[in-house]
Nanobody
């Protein structure tokens, strides 16, 4: 089973920034839509952002709109999530995945999940 690989997480103070990366070793997903999700302890996995295959369309959860930016570089087979103005409530494990279903927003529409990268925002 092909899996994506997330990186770039870490510990940051509130108001700080991080950039997450999502790579696909051994498999090209340049014609696939992709997304970022996150899961905080004791909570369900939730949608953060998504991007279509060309990068021309992006989608965001209301909670991150204006602070996070999703992008992709198909030449590098990599997707990114630039996170600015981070808040303690952004603390979670962040996952990337490939969209294979109809919805951009539902977990069930995604496959090839990575192992996740921890983001911790201190107050």
């Amino acid at each position: 089973q092909v899996q994506l690989v997330e990186s770039g997480g870490g510990l940051v103070q509130a108001g700080g920034s991080l950039r997450l990366s999502c790579a696909a070793p051994g498999r090209t997903f340049t014609s696939s839509d992709k997304g970022w999700f996150r899961q905080a302890p004791g909570k369900e996995r939730e949608f953060v952002a998504a991007i279509n295959w060309s990068g021309s369309s992006t989608y965001y959860a209301d909670s991150v709109k204006g602070r996070f930016t999703i992008s992709r570089d198909n030449a590098k087979n990599t997707m990114y999530l630039q996170m600015n103005s981070l808040k303690p409530e952004d603390t979670a494990v962040y996952y990337c995945a490939v969209r294979r279903g109809t919805s951009y927003y539902n977990v069930e529409s995604y496959d090839y999940w990575g192992q996740g990268t921890q983001v911790t925002v201190s107050s």
